[in-house]
């Protein structure tokens, strides 16, 4: 399986000396990477069944003289299961985790997401059988979907507009880090060692975390002005104006006082575009088909006449989607969002309906020994478009599309439809192939994309360089 709000996105409120602009942006970075240690357990998690659940296939068990097993083994509904029941504990973290980044603060919720991360690897290692491995996956589901809520949340919230795009890209990044460190740990060691070994980054996330201030609006949202201006300078730097960037946060929160309510993201004009908008992308991300195309990866390499390892290709993807999805954080402030969409979902459909052809042709017994290259390139050019653009976009720009006192709410709603959709796709990949074949399979897929290129182009404003206020206004209908 594959797989990044702001509520107060000011502008650099202040001109660094000669030579001190760099350091000035460090500091968020060093943050982002800290709070995206959260990416990489969720990472680790998505990864973790990829190369797990063929160590554990009854084939694959041992069994002694006496007729015991060394073990326990899962039929192929019961591995089904330990893959979806994470998609399931992420739509149930979802809108808890948008609860308490506002109670108890973004700092806190990130950090205590370790607890259930910790928790479930426990019961992964030490299981005995597929209910405690059910147990396991729920619950590291849970703390992966609220991933998905308070981290992009916090990184939106602390990142000058100027780099807002780059390390808004960081969460798409790190779960990609997180994926490939499984595919090239995974198949070399026992599943319970890579477990062992994946419960390492939570532990990292509560270090980082305690290093890292509170988001400073969150902390204005408290009435903590002094504690917001020290942690600005913490990000911004000794040279932050810091009275300036705390009003500007204050006149933020005060455009949109008072307790937001469910019904604000569709009495109000401007929450019901950025939801609207918001849950189109998580649906385009998905109806990509991405999850079917990592699925092919290993027969699309062998019809292309590879011989190379199934583990390897695993990893050959791993380091193509980290590679990309760090091009793209470079990108995204240069070239924009919308630009980056609109590669991504055209690049994406014509791959997949190349992909289509190719298998209908092979249905049809046609020779195809002639242009085994074609999927083969197909399946890496798809990867590269969607890292650079569907991969990291659509979680950055779920934030960077809502204000500030219905961000933590339309995000919980908006990762909450991405992981239904995750579930609804790869439940209903197989009896898609089995009852309409693979060409179709692919074609249905590619259809969406194409869609989506003409959504984005008629539809989707684009952020780059704009501030929350730029935004709502564009969203309102004004020029």
């Known amino acids: ?59 694959n068990v041992t069994v002694d003289v006496n007729g015991t097993t060394d073990g326990f083994y899962l039929t192929a509904d019961q591995g089904s299961w330990v893959g979806s029941f ?49 147990a396991g996956r729920f619950l590291i589901g849970l703390a992966t979907g609220a991933s998905c809520v308070v981290a992009p949340m916090f990184i939106s919230e602390i990142a000058e507009t100027a780099i807002r795009g780059a390390l808004g890209a960081f969460f798409q990044l790190f779960l990609t880090v997180g994926i490939l460190f499984v595919y090239a740990i995974g198949p070399y060691v026992t599943w319970t060692t890579l477990s062992v070994l994946c419960a390492i980054f939570p532990v990292l996330l509560i270090v980082a975390m305690l290093v890292v201030p509170e988001s400073p609006t969150y902390l204005v949202k408290q009435g903590r002005r002094s504690d917001a201006a020290v942690a600005l300078k913490w990000f911004w730097g000794s040279n932050c104006n810091t009275q300036s960037a705390v009003e500007a946060i204050q006149s933020d929160l005060d455009a949109v006082k008072g307790e ?31 999850n079917a195309v990592i699925f092919y990866t290993v027969p699309i390499f062998k019809s292309a006449g590879s011989t190379m390892d199934p583990a390897i290709c695993g990893i050959v993807v791993g380091v193509v989607q980290v590679l990309m999805t760090f091009v793209s954080s ?34 049809d017994k046609a020779d ?23 991969g990291p976009i659509p979680w950055m720009m779920m934030g960077e599309l809502c204000a500030p006192d219905v961000k933590g ?71």
């Open 409 to 479: 709410l339309a995000s919980a709603l908006a990762v909450m439809f991405n992981w239904s959709l995750v579930f609804l796709v790869t439940k209903t990949f197989g009896t898609m192939q089995d009852y309409i074949g693979s060409d179709w399979t692919f074609w249905f897929f590619g259809f969406w994309m194409m869609l989506c290129t003409v959504y984005v182009f008629v539809k989707v404003p684009e952020t780059k360089g704009k501030t929350n206020a730029e935004i709502q206004a564009i969203l309102s209908g004004k020029n």
């Open 260 to 290: 937001a309510k469910v019904s604000d993201l569709f009495t109000k004009v401007t929450n019901r575009n950025a939801l609207f908008i918001a849950l189109l992308l998580m649906f385009f991300q998905q109806f990509s088909g991405i």
């Open 368 to 390: 195809v020994s002639n242009i085994g290259w074609l999927p083969l390139a197909s399946v890496v050019l798809f990867i590269v478009s969607f890292s650079l653009g569907f």
């Open 330 to 363: 470079v990108l995204i402030d240069k070239a924009g969002r919308r630009i980056l969409l609109l590669q991504s979902s055209f690049i994406m459909g014509s791959c997949l309906i190349v992909l289509g052809v190719y298998f209908k042709l092979q249905n």
């Open 1 to 59: 399986m594959s797989n990044n709000g702001p509520g107060v996105t000011n502008p650099m409120l202040y001109d660094p000396p000669e030579g001190q602009a760099s350091n000035s942006k460090l500091m968020q970075f060093v943050a982002g990477v800290g709070v995206s240690l959260a990416a990489v357990s969720a990472g680790t998690a998505l990864g973790w069944t990829s190369p797990v659940l063929p160590q554990l296939e009854q084939t």
């Open 86 to 134: 994470l998609a399931v504990g992420a739509f149930c973290g979802a809108l808890p985790a948008g609860y308490l980044a506002e109670k108890i603060g973004r700092k806190y919720t990130t950090m205590s997401l370790a607890l259930p991360y910790l928790a479930s690897w426990f019961l992964i290692i030490f299981a005995s059988g597929a209910g405690m491995l059910y």
